[in-house]
């Protein structure tokens, strides 16, 4: 089982949608969270950090379930420019690892 | 503001060479990471340094090597290149203290191994 796992997609969505990544991670001492979000062939740049008690960002929302081990990702009002892939991140001790990501392609 | 800067931007080279990419982490930071991602997938940690010492190590055999230098610049070698090792290579630093801050990544290098 991966140390953390994502729905791949890819997701449909047109222009206005709402649409929810989620994301598991296994290692229950795991400290810190992020979304990142990477465009084809291009490196991850950070979207956004998650906390428990969540936080939002524009049109962005993460939230973080520390009991389930669970994270999620909402963007609301879907714009073409939001096409990308979405990793999730999981950091413990200084080492962060991906998720294999989730690719939302928003169309007109 | 200096980023995180690595080069080659792209590298082609042949089954069984050897293959060096270098990193420059942003100003301020300390610890320099290494990742690879393989086409549709996440970034796989390879190792992390920090003074100079390899501090942390994922699941990479040997052939995989680094090195980090007094400036917290960094070198990736690869050794014995095999086809599967054809990927973009990312360099991210951050800083020891802030050491479950989010990382910085650089542009990547791409390698192409045929």
């Known amino acids: 089982r991966k140390e953390v796992e994502q729905d791949p997609g890819p997701f449909n969505v047109p222009e206005g949608a709402t649409v929810a990544f989620n994301c598991t991670y296994s290692?229950?001492?795991?400290?810190?969270f992020f979304w990142y979000r990477q465009d084809c062939r291009k490196e991850p740049k950070l979207l956004m950090s998650?906390?428990?008690s969540g936080n939002e960002d524009g049109r962005f929302t993460a939230q973080l379930n520390r009991a389930s081990q669970y994270i999620s990702l909402l963007i609301r009002d879907s714009k073409l420019s939001d096409s990308a892939t979405y990793l999730c991140v999981v950091l413990n001790a200084g080492k962060s690892t991906f998720g294999d990501g989730t690719t939302l392609t928003v169309k007109p | 503001d200096a980023g995180v800067t690595q080069s080659p931007t792209h590298l082609i080279k042949t089954r069984g060479q050897q293959v060096t990419l270098r990193c420059s982490p942003k100003s301020g930071h300390d610890t320099v990471s290494w990742y690879q991602q393989a086409l549709g997938q996440g970034p796989q940690f390879i190792f992390q340094?920090?003074?100079?010492?390899?501090?942390q190590r994922g699941n990479f055999p040997d052939r995989f090597s680094g090195h980090q230098f007094p400036n917290y610049s960094s070198e990736l070698n690869v050794n014995a290149l095999l086809l599967g090792d054809s990927a973009l290579y990312l360099c991210?630093?951050?800083?020891?203290?802030?050491?479950?801050?989010?990382?910085?990544f650089g542009n990547g290098t791409r390698l192409t191994v045929t």
């Open positions: 290692n229950s001492a795991s400290q810190s």
């Open positions: 998650v906390y428990s």
């Open positions: 340094y920090y003074e100079e010492e390899e501090r």
């Open positions: 991210a630093s951050s800083h020891r203290d802030t050491y479950n801050s989010p990382l910085h």
